[in-house]
Nanobody, 118 residues
């Protein structure tokens, strides 16, 4: 499985940004795909996840109501729409994948930098 993120850049507080994750090399109907982020000096944290087969979603409390995770099933592409961005959203954002029956994310992308200036 290969995951490639794109879309990160420098934005201002209050702006919106959409990240993309292109997935290949797997049958993704059996997967849960997620977004994680890691800010400088902090541990990587969960942001959101989507079950590929039925589109069910979960979110971290810190992004609920501001971020939306989605996927285009036939394109094997996942998105993270981020609205009302805050400086504390600054981080490297990673997409990841795990089997539906598992708990650990086995596959990771290389990350894309999102910087939110105040």
């Amino acid at each position: 499985v290969q995951l490639v993120e794109s879309g990160g850049r420098l934005v201002q507080a209050g702006d919106s940004l959409r990240l993309s994750c292109a997935a290949s090399g797997g049958t993704f109907s059996n997967y849960v795909m997620g977004w994680f982020r890691q800010a400088p000096g902090k541990e990587r944290e969960f942001v959101a996840a989507i079950t590929w087969s039925d589109g069910g979603t979960t979110y971290a409390d810190s992004v609920k109501g501001r971020f939306t995770i989605s996927r285009v099933y036939v394109r094997n592409t996942m998105y993270l729409q981020m609205n009302s961005l805050k400086p504390e959203d600054t981080a490297v954002y990673y997409c990841a994948a795990r089997y539906k029956g598992g708990t650990a994310y086995d596959y990771w992308g290389q990350g894309t930098q999102v910087t939110v200036s105040s």
